[in-house]
């Protein structure tokens, strides 16, 4: 499959649920950076930085922070397309948690 195929084709439509956006907390470690290609305030990173111990915790913190604040907009296609940005660089989180599964 073409790259430019792949990019393109079949991201779930909707609005990720909580339990996936658990899920993905605990996946990753560059967060701060997800955060910022999802938008977020740095002073709001901070905050969560500064308020939770766990690293999942500030992490899922801060997902449920954009789902909230962005509402019907915090879209698979938006997190997929965080996800894959050069300095998150998790296209292979991207893959198992918003694109379609059956081929």
């Not at 658990?22 to 996946?27: I, R």
């Amino acid at each position: 499959m073409a790259a430019s195929t792949f990019r393109n084709s079949r991201v779930k439509q909707g609005v990720p649920s909580d339990e996936e956006l658990e899920w993905l907390s605990h996946q990753l470690e560059n967060w701060e950076e997800l955060g910022r290609r999802l938008k977020i305030e740095e002073a709001t990173l901070t905050a969560f930085d500064d308020d939770y111990g766990r690293k999942r915790k500030k992490i899922y913190k801060m997902l449920r922070h954009w789902k909230e604040k962005d509402g019907s907009a915090a879209t698979y296609t938006v997190l997929h397309d965080a996800l894959c940005h050069q300095f998150v660089n998790r296209a292979d989180l991207a893959e198992k948690l918003c694109r379609q599964q059956h081929e």
